[in-house]
């Protein structure tokens, strides 16, 4: 239901102060598990028994910037929470950025759904 995945900073966050563990290129691996379950996608539990860990390979990278960074990623990305071993507290957010009206085939596709077919060996 999501169009993108966005992270905003609102305080600063290094390394040690909690930041959001991305593993990189994941949102192929997960297009490719989701195909199956068409537009209605997968619930949470089949997500966590069937393919979170096959996204171990995937290299990962730290949300990290000053107050005021966003990051804009692929909806299907796969990123977690960690503890915070910095000595300061994270302010960060997570809000949804909900698409503005169905897919429609008559529109060009968006670079995420370009990414999704991508990914799941479709055509553009």
Same mark, same amino acid.
């Given at each position: ?39 209605? %996608?997968?619930?949470?539990?089949? &997500? ?6 096959? +996204?171990?390979?995937?290299?990962? *990278? @730290? ?22 071993? %910095?000595?300061?507290?994270?302010? &960060? ?6 698409? +503005?009206?169905?897919?429609?085939? *008559? @529109? ?17």
């Amino acid at each position: 239901g999501r169009a993108l995945l966005m992270l905003f900073l609102f305080s600063d966050v290094g390394e040690d102060d909690a930041p959001t563990r991305i593993r990189t290129g994941s949102h192929a691996h997960m297009a490719r598990f989701l195909l199956p379950y068409g537009e209605n %996608g997968a619930t949470m539990h089949q &997500m966590i028994a069937g393919n979170f860990a096959d +996204t171990e390979h995937c290299p990962e *990278a @730290l949300a990290t910037g000053p107050a005021g960074t966003v990051y804009l990623c692929h909806p299907f990305l796969v990123h977690a929470a960690q503890p915070n071993r %910095g000595t300061r507290v994270k302010f &960060m957010a997570q809000p949804p950025l909900m698409p +503005t009206h169905g897919f429609n085939p *008559a @529109l060009p596709p968006s670079p995420v759904q370009m990414a999704i077919r991508k990914a799941c060996g479709l055509s553009f």
